[in-house]
């Protein structure tokens, strides 16, 4: 609906944000509408984006709004705030490091196959139309020095650590059966499907279970071992100890 759409629209730039180790303040939002959805749409797709901003004490500060002869197009610049040294971003894993996801995976990706096969009021179906972004547990890692590279899950586990190993230049080893699968998605789903908007970091593994100890106790949810970054190239898929030839990916923005 618009006014999901407005929430979606804000929340996973937020993630974004948190996913950096800072805190959403404000944000710009530009839009291109159509005619038919100049007045009762835009209002509620309004609706939504005041009740997420609201909910996170994020200021509307400005934007630009136009007619579109071609469709509609949305654009959301988040911007955040952190002290120098809690920010996080995806350069900075190291081999040894211990890599944690921070919730389950897969409910998006089931919320989406739902949709697709006209099943849109379970309860995945709703959490793939309004993701909540990790804002609290965000600021909350980047204020810990034992976590090191960090980012959001938007394409699905298999194409996203790829990213922080590639602008780490660090390889990976992770356990299959370790990936949390949400209710619902199979493991290979939880790989792959993307739109969880859960946390993906990295950290130094003599502070690593400590760690995930205080983020339960703050939190009241785990963070999932998945893993460990290694020196060497590449992602590497283990079952039971053991590589396996898995050909996973998730898939591209851009």
């Not at 983020?215 to 009241?220: K, Q, V």
């Not at 020196?231 to 100890?241: D, E, H, T």
Request: aromatic letters at 6%; one cysteine or more; proline letters at 6%.
């Amino acid at each position: 609906s618009p006014r999901e759409l407005g929430r979606k629209s804000l929340a996973v730039n937020l993630s974004d944000v948190a996913a950096m180790g800072a805190r959403p303040v404000a944000t710009l939002l530009s839009i291109a509408l159509p005619a038919d959805a100049a007045d009762a749409w835009a209002a509620e797709f309004m609706l939504g984006y005041r009740e997420l901003s609201e909910e996170f004490g994020v200021t509307l500060a400005g934007g630009d709004t136009t007619r579109s002869l071609s469709g509609l197009t949305i654009n959301v610049t988040a911007i955040g705030r952190a002290a120098d040294a809690h920010l996080k971003r995806r350069s900075d894993a190291r081999p040894g490091d211990v890599i944690f996801t921070a919730g389950e995976l897969g409910t998006s990706g089931a919320g989406l196959q739902d949709i697709l096969a006209g099943r849109c009021d379970t309860p995945a179906a709703a959490v793939h139309r309004n993701p909540q972004p990790q804002v609290a547990e965000g600021i909350w890692l980047g204020s810990r020095p034992e976590v090191r590279a960090m980012m959001d899950l938007s394409d699905g586990l298999a194409s996203d650590l790829k990213h922080i190993l590639d602008r780490s230049g660090v390889g990976a080893e992770v356990a299959v059966e370790q990936i949390p699968a949400a209710p619902g998605a199979d493991v290979r789903m939880a790989a792959c499907s993307g739109e969880d908007y859960k946390l993906l970091l990295t950290a130094a593994p003599e502070a690593a279970e400590r760690l995930a100890a205080d983020f339960r106790i703050r939190f009241g949810t785990p963070l999932h071992s998945i893993g460990r970054i290694t020196s060497g190239p590449g992602l590497v898929w283990l079952r039971n100890g053991k590589p396996e030839p898995l050909d996973w990916h998730g898939f591209e923005h851009y």
